[in-house]
């Protein structure tokens, strides 16, 4: 199993990007995926998840900003990101909970990471 992230990039503050993660290879099916980033010197943070029947979860510092969604026939998560700040600059990693195959225990999986770089 693969995941692709795209759609990082250098933006100006109260701007926006979407980024984008795709999940490849045998895959039965997916439950949680989610976005983390990490900010150089800091510990990775959650920042949005969302379960396969839609459940949501956003950190606090960017409810009201992100929006998370996915298409599950896609296997692909996306992270709408609008009035953006300086404080949100980081490597942004996607995540997914998968099963190889039906009835297997689901395992996290993780993207490379796409850079998000917000100037003041």
């Known amino acids: 199993v693969q995941l692709q992230a795209s759609g990082g990039g250098l933006v100006q503050a109260g701007g926006s990007l979407r980024l984008s993660c795709a999940a490849s290879?045998?895959?039965?099916?997916?439950?949680?995926m989610g976005w983390y980033r990490q900010a150089p010197g800091k510990q990775r943070e959650l920042v949005a998840s969302?379960?396969?029947?839609?459940?949501?979860n956003y950190a606090d510092s960017v409810k009201g900003r992100f929006t998370i969604s996915r298409d599950n026939a896609r296997y692909t998560v996306y992270l709408q990101m609008n009035n953006l700040k300086p404080e949100d600059t980081a490597v942004y990693l996607c995540?997914?909970?998968?099963?190889?195959?039906?009835?297997?225990?689901?395992?996290?999986?993780w993207g490379q990471g796409t850079l998000v770089t917000v100037s003041s």
């Open positions: 995540t997914a909970d998968v099963a190889m195959f039906s009835g297997n225990a689901y395992r996290p999986y």
């Open positions: 290879g045998i895959i039965s099916s997916i439950n949680i």
């Open positions: 969302i379960t396969r029947g839609g459940s949501i």
